[in-house]
T-cell receptor, first 112, second 113 residues
Framework: QKEVEQNSGPLSVPEGAIASLNCTYSDRGSQSFFWYRQYSGKSPELIMFIYSNGDKEDGRFTAQLNKASQYVSLLIRDSQPSDSATYLCAVFPSGGYQKVTFGTGTKLQVIP | DTAVSQTPKYLVTQMGNDKSIKCEQNLGHDTMYWYKQDSKKFLKIMFSYNNKELIINETVPNRFSPKSPDKAHLNLHINSLELGDSAVYFC????????????FGPGTRLTVT
């Protein structure tokens, strides 16, 4: 069983629409959750993190966390072609020297 | 200005050779990581060092040997390279207390022929 699951996509949305990216995780004790963006041929870049249930907004990005359902999502409002990238969900368990586990990523294509 | 740097950016070599990749961070972080990203884009952690101490050592062939001379540097030496080692290797750094907030280097694309 994969520890962090994402739909690989591609997810295609028209410019200006809301893109919704989803992630589920298996470790119920996970405490912190991250979204990284990776452009083709580039390195991952942290864009959002969320630690508590609910929503967290930063500009056009909203991260949503539901620990009971073990579900985290990223909404991108007013999607732009420059948002076209692979979005990696990452989960960090609690306590000690533990490793971040990345999902396989969802490729987002924003169509002009 | 570069926060996390890696050298070389590209590495093309033949099977059986030994090669090294170097990483440096100037963010003042105390923890550094090596990741492997394969052709399917799966990002898998290999090693992590905190203040020069190895804290994460995933199931990686012992042909891979990391070394951290100080908390700003992390190197990866690979012996007897195999075709399956071809991938992009990323270095990253963070504070240990914020281990999910990682800053990645530009990556080293290793091609073994």
């Amino acid at each position: 069983q994969k520890e962090v699951e994402q739909n690989s996509g591609p997810l295609s949305v028209p410019e200006g629409a809301i893109a919704s990216l989803n992630c589920t995780y298996s470790d119920r004790g996970s405490q912190s959750f991250f979204w990284y963006r990776q452009y083709s041929g580039k390195s991952p870049e942290l864009i959002m993190f969320i630690y508590s249930n609910g929503d967290k907004e930063d500009g056009r990005f909203t991260a949503q966390l539901n620990k009971a359902s073990q579900y985290v999502s990223l909404l991108i409002r007013d999607s732009q072609p420059s948002d076209s990238a692979t979005y990696l969900c990452a989960v960090f368990p609690s306590g000690g020297y533990q490793k971040v586990t990345f999902g396989t990523g969802t490729k987002l294509q924003v169509i002009p | 200005d570069t926060a996390v740097s890696q050298t070389p950016k590209y590495l093309v070599t033949q099977m059986g050779n030994d090669k090294s990749i170097k990483c440096e961070q100037n963010l003042g972080h105390d923890t550094m990581y090596w990741y492997k990203q394969d052709s399917k884009k799966f990002l898998k952690i290999m090693f992590s060092y905190n203040n020069k101490e190895l804290i994460i050592n995933e199931t990686v062939p012992n042909r891979f040997s990391p070394k951290s001379p100080d908390k700003a540097h992390l190197n990866l030496h690979i012996n007897s390279l195999e075709l399956g080692d071809s991938a992009v290797y990323f270095c990253a750094s963070s504070q240990v207390t914020l281990a999910g907030e990682q800053y990645f280097g530009p990556g080293t694309r290793l091609t073994v022929t």
